[in-house]
């Protein structure tokens, strides 16, 4: 048997992002999407995370990780470069276990957005080249090197950064005469234990490449970047997921039901002196139910919420309204419902953002969560909308609907 370890590299100190490697990154930490590819891989025979960090190895641990060692400070520093790392990791399993990998996967948790064949398809090449040192995820460049310049200073000439043999200036030929170029991406590397160990190096000598599609092109490096990759996720693209693969919309749908607290309002309450409550809701939310009801689909209202508020704001937005359902009991009611109005569960859409809801992303066909849901509801959501809940979530899921409905 072919001993394949997955190693991933997770430091403590990220500066950028603090506590980065455990951040929530759609609804998981980020470092249990890089195991994810790993578990979910038929080659992997261990996987092991090298950190610096008791939080970040407990994480790893829960997620399906081994950490049976820890990497000394001085390999966990900004400017640590990876191949010390490895060095270490491959050193401590000789010498403590006397376990010799054949083949080490490098999976960043930077680079937490990976098609689900990635590792099979990176190790494959790398066994069926003998002369392969390592294989290195690539993507095409986003921008021609051959026309780049070397930059010596404002008051000095431009100097061609490369040549191409048989054209004398690349830099102004067009794209399509010029040799492809690729640029290497995070996702993965598939290393010889010798190219480490014997060879000193992550690549070796010979680098034969894994093409991923760019839509999967993702460094996470900023907060800006991790809503940016965020928004991928949630937006349908088909990847290794730590959770149950989130399901398409339906082709045909029936119904959408829609919890209150925390969807049609923002989740806060105003309460006077007498103890009268007012909810905050967005007019918008109105906006596309009348044409979704003159186009075959219902949206109702499902509530453990038991102030009239709710079928005020019910009747305000036209809607049928259930409300002060017992906080265990909506799946159940949820059924009554369907059964009632003989529609099918897999037409039907559940939007919610709180505990209670998950009985009903079990049943519907398709369970949407409000971007602000909590994270269990985030996971368990087969899809998270852009806007929070009493501030635009049940309009921009209707248009959704409304885009996908036969003419």
């Known amino acids: 048997m072919i001993n394949i370890l997955a190693l991933i590299p997770a430091r403590g100190g990220s500066k950028g ?10 609804g998981y930490p980020l470092i249990a999407w890089s195991i994810a590819a790993a578990k979910q891989s038929s080659l992997v025979t261990r996987i092991i995370v090298s950190t610096d960090d008791e939080e970040i ?7 399906g990780a081994e950490t049976p060692f820890f990497r000394p400070a001085e390999l966990a520093q900004d400017k640590t470069t990876d191949l010390p790392v490895f060095e270490h990791a491959l050193k401590w399993l000789e010498e403590i276990e006397g376990y010799h990998p054949d083949v080490v996967v490098q999976l960043r948790p930077t680079s937490p957005i990976r098609p689900r064949t990635m590792v099979e398809e990176a190790v494959n090449v790398l066994l069926n080249h003998e002369d392969a040192d390592c294989v290195r995820g690539v993507v095409p460049a986003a921008q021609n090197p051959f026309k780049m310049w070397r930059f010596s200073g404002e008051d000095k000439p431009l100097g ?17 005469v010029l040799p492809p170029v690729y640029w290497q991406t995070g996702h993965i590397d598939a290393i010889r234990a010798s190219t480490i160990v014997n060879k000193k190096s992550l690549t070796g000598d010979i680098v034969y490449p894994l093409v991923i599609d760019p839509k999967y092109t993702v460094d996470i490096d900023t907060l800006a970047d991790w809503a940016k990759y965020e928004a991928v996720i949630y937006g349908g693209l088909d990847v290794v997921s730590p959770g149950n693969p989130r399901r398409p919309m339906p082709e045909r749908v029936k119904m959408i039901l829609c919890d209150f607290d925390g969807v049609v309002t923002d989740n806060l309450v105003l309460t006077d002196e007498n103890g009268k409550e007012a909810v905050s809701a967005s007019r918008s939310d109105s906006m596309h139910i009348k044409t979704l009801r003159e186009k075959g689909v219902e949206v109702m209202i499902l509530s453990s919420e038991p102030n009239p508020v709710v079928l005020a ?8 309204a259930i409300h002060g359902i017992g906080m265990q009991d909506k799946g159940r009611v949820m059924r009554e419902v369907l059964e009632q109005k003989k529609v099918r569960a897999g037409e039907v859409i559940y939007i919610g953002n709180d505990l ?13 969560a409000v971007a602000d849901a909590y994270p269990e509801v985030l996971r368990a959501a087969d899809h998270v909308l852009t806007k929070p809940g009493g501030r635009g979530a049940v309009r921009e899921l209707c248009e959704m609907v409304l885009k996908n409905l036969p003419a």
């Not at 190895?57 to 997620?63: D, G, H, P, T």
């Not at 704001?313 to 049928?320: D, L, Q, W, Y």
């Not at 209670?356 to 949407?368: H, M, R, T, Y």
Request: proline content about 11%; hydrophobic content about 40%.
């Open 17 to 26: 992002i603090p506590r980065k490697n455990i951040r929530p990154f759609a």
């Open 160 to 176: 061609q950064l490369l040549e191409v043999p048989g054209i004398a200036e690349p830099y102004n030929a067009p794209r399509q």
């Open 356 to 368: 209670n809801d998950l009985p009903c992303f079990e049943i519907a066909g398709w369970s949407v």
């Open 313 to 320: 704001r019910a009747k305000k937005m036209g809607v049928e």
């Open 57 to 63: 190895a407990s994480v790893a641990r829960e997620w």
